[in-house]
């Protein structure tokens, strides 16, 4: 079975940074996109970050300039450097990632299981 497994999260002070790590295990044979999402109760999850497996990145407007992606295709693996965190990033950080299994023939979208981020003073 395909497994993303997040890392990293836990508490920050406004201005601080953290780095979150996904790695990606199972039967793989190959991961397209992958990406970071946030959510945070009552509100719909919502996109933070996405790079295509040429390294080609998307942001959010609101963490632009603050926030960088990135991945180490020979680990399958995505991070997230958060710098400059503001009280506005708590969130459940979740990865997610469009990758073609050993068994497939075509691309499934996979989630982790969330990793907390708070920010506060």
């Known amino acids: 079975q395909v497994q993303l497994v997040e890392s990293g999260g836990g508490l920050a002070q406004p201005g601080g940074s953290l780095r979150l790590s996904c790695a990606a295990s199972?039967?793989?044979?190959?991961?397209?996109?992958m990406g970071w999402y946030r959510q945070v109760p009552g509100k719909q999850r919502e996109l933070v970050a996405t790079i295509t497996r040429g390294g080609s990145t998307n942001y959010a407007d609101s963490v632009k300039g603050r926030f960088t992606i990135s991945r180490d295709n020979a680990k399958n693996t995505v991070y997230l450097q958060m710098n400059s965190l503001k009280p506005e990033d708590t969130a459940v950080y979740y990865c997610?990632?469009?990758?073609?299994?050993?068994?497939?023939?075509?691309?499934?979208?996979?989630w982790g299981q969330g990793t907390q981020v708070t920010v506060s003073s």
């Open positions: 199972g039967s793989i044979f190959r991961i397209n996109a």
């Open positions: 997610n990632a469009d990758l073609i299994s050993g068994s497939e023939y075509v691309i499934a979208n996979y």
